[in-house]
């Protein structure tokens, strides 16, 4: 996402050129994202300030009443919190996972080559798979807690899918073992990049291992780093199959996530402003999270 | 240090432990899919006599042939149009210096960070007013236009570091700039096309909220959809309902494990640039 190299080059007499014509070869690209993503975003920007409830034509402007009501109702807070829980947590944890696993696999173990198969599988899973999948291991008397039974820790056994935090928590633990594989393959390939002269230089010059990780290796995976933090926490805040056929969002309100909980209330109750407006909520806070991480990863250099 | 020696060996065993926790989920959905709906033994436990019944009956009870027809049809029809019309858009935002090209840029780009939740519901009223709700070709606009600022990202990325040299080699031997892209251009950017197609087809063929929202009611359902209403059906006979579940991944995981080098370098193609 850099900015394209101010002086350019010119080889040949206007060979290098694109006539201003060509700019027309953007147009269906830019229709269909318009049509699909910034009117009804521009056009749900001004629902969220009205009464509308999806169906009528006509439609009150209410002032900034349906975010008082969302900062006064605690199932909607919560549904924010959750999805920023969601969302950072398992981009932490996924990407830590992922680049453990890269570098295991980077190494000189035989069974490299199948493992990374192996472990890239749970990411083309279909996510209403893995959470049917994961919500009979979490069921009292599921897998999980069978497996605790039988390894004599049947202290720690939970209705895990029945306490609010555990919830929360099992939910996490499918988005991360989906998406383990995939933060893996993205700094598998960046660690190719690295060469292993370097590498070797620095053994020379007696750096242990993790020194020639921290000072070589890490810089340059600045570009994987970027990318596969971007495509998680994206995900992250996206989150609703999981959601939606673990818990329900429940118990009671507890775990619901914004996509959740806007599904809940303009589909199943038509309160569609509010819904918008929550939404709303959420694009100013993903606006400054990339705002953030967009500096803090330009600052670490080696972005481009 | 090319030789495999104790530590290798250590890291070996490391790595072959962690691949155990993850495959007990998938331990549990075999084991689990193969056995009698009546069998009480824990899942944890090798099933001891089993069957593919529950394969059978998953089949027929959940139309699931039908649901992966859709799926594929819905899948193939985004993914050429997102390639089509990303590919085409990247080249004038690379290459041209027009300050409308670059605006044009950041344009796209800003739809990186804009949540879909706030687009969902008026365009899902836009929908339905155009009477396309339980369309197939609802999904495909959609994914369509919902994909084009990621594609149009990792194409860009990717023609920034590719040389000018053969379209301007194309330019000299007269080749007008439509000829020159599709001939010389989008077939150079074949790396890149890779990782698109991936991403998106993966993306498209697992979504479950936009089919939820726009074929609920109708007829035809993609395997998410298909598949939440037929557990919904059997909750509790689990092994019926891990049929199902395998039988609706069986064409994903096949074609993963089919191309499973090119599903993998895919992704560094989006790395580059």
Known sequence: MSEPAAPRRRRGIGAGTLPKSMLLFAVPAVAFYAFVLVVPTLRGSVYAFTDWDGLSQTFDFVGLRNFESIFANPDAVQAIINTLVIAFVTTIAANLIGLGLALLLNSRIKSRNVLRVFFFAPAVLTPVVTAYLFKYIFAPLGPLNGLLDAIGLSALKQDWLGDADWALVAIMVVIVWQQSGYAMVIYLAGLQGVPAELLEAGAVDGAGAVRRFWSITRPMLAPAITISVMLILIHGLKVFAEVWIMTGGGPGNATNSLSTLIYKNAFQFGLFGSSIAMALILLVMVAVISAIQYRALLFQGGHK | MNRYTWRTAVLEVVTLAIALVFAFPFYILVNLALRHANDQTSPLILTAQPTLDNFVSA????????????????????????????????YPLVRLTWSLSRTAYWFVMVGLLLPFQVALIPLYVTIRDLGLLGTTWSLVLFYAGLQVPFSVFLYTGFLRAMPREYEEAAAVDGARPFTAFWRVVFPMMRPVTGTVVILNAIFVWNDFLTPLLYLSGSGSQTIPVALFGFVGEYAANWPIVFAGLIIGIAPILIVYFLLQKSVIQGFSGGLKG
């Open chain 2, 59 to 90: 089949w027929n009870e959940a139309d699931l042939g039908s649901a992966i027809l859709n799926s594929l049809m819905v899948t193939v029809l985004s993914v050429v149009i997102i390639v089509g019309i990303s590919a085409m858009a990247a």
